[in-house]
């Protein structure tokens, strides 16, 4: 178990579907980042808040929404998403909004598209 | 642009063996570099490298920075089943935007 949680595990959706992606942290953290990864590829970096404000945005596809309600809480919503969106998504949280400081990593949510 | 280049890309030992993975990086107006594990999900962090020439260490693990050739190892010593991962590095600038390397893939066999 991480000490970062990400809801849910596992999800499927078709084309048309709107979800949403949850993670949480409760270690204080002050950046929560957004990650997209691909069968034996890297993480690629999608977003980065720092203090609840979103610092970057990688080019991200506007069907991806980042929202951070609070210091503790991130969500990842999707719309209109493609089937070449399949991978499995990571958020992490660092102490200090720096990503060269080591992250924790969630155990990410798989989702699918059909 | 940042180029990050991991070797072996993939890597097959017995436990007991050791093993040393490589990351060769490009980046400008270098920062840090940092290795983390990833087996079936979430990435693990190990190490934080900052300057050349000093060894980190953890358990069987050690890792150093060579800034001027600009590179770094992962040593791993009496290999384990549990050391089977992904292994990767991101070296990091001083802006925000930083990329991982494609992976060393570990696979030690009982």
């Known amino acids: 178990d991480t000490e970062v949680t990400q809801t849910p595990k596992h999800l499927v959706m078709g084309m048309t579907n709107k979800k949403s992606l949850k993670c949480e942290q409760h270690m204080g953290h002050r950046a929560m980042y957004w990650y997209k990864q691909k069968a034996k590829k890297p993480p690629e970096l999608m977003f980065v808040?720092?203090?609840?404000?979103?610092?970057i945005n990688e080019s991200v596809p506007s069907r991806f929404s980042p929202e951070c309600p609070n210091s503790s809480l991130l969500n990842l919503h999707l719309h209109a998403l493609q089937p070449e969106d399949s991978a499995l998504y990571l958020c992490a949280s660092s102490q200090e909004p720096d990503p060269s400081r080591p992250q924790h990593f969630g155990d990410g949510t798989r989702l699918s598209i059909l | 642009e940042d180029k990050v280049v991991q070797s072996p890309l993939s890597l097959v030992v017995h436990e007991g063996d050791t093993v040393t993975l490589n990351c060769s990086y490009e980046?400008?107006?270098?920062?840090?570099l940092l290795w983390y594990k990833q087996e079936k999900k979430a990435p693990t962090f190990l190490f934080m490298l900052t300057s050349s020439g000093i060894e980190k260490k953890s358990g069987r693990l050690s890792s150093i920075l060579d800034k001027k050739e600009l590179f770094s190892i992962l040593n791993i010593t009496a290999t384990q089943t549990g050391d089977s991962a992904i292994y990767l590095c991101a070296p990091h600038n001083y802006g925000q935007n930083f990329v991982f390397g494609p992976g060393t893939r570990l696979s030690v066999l009982p």
């Open positions: 808040y720092s203090y609840e404000k979103l610092s």
């Open positions: 980046v400008t107006n270098f920062r840090s």
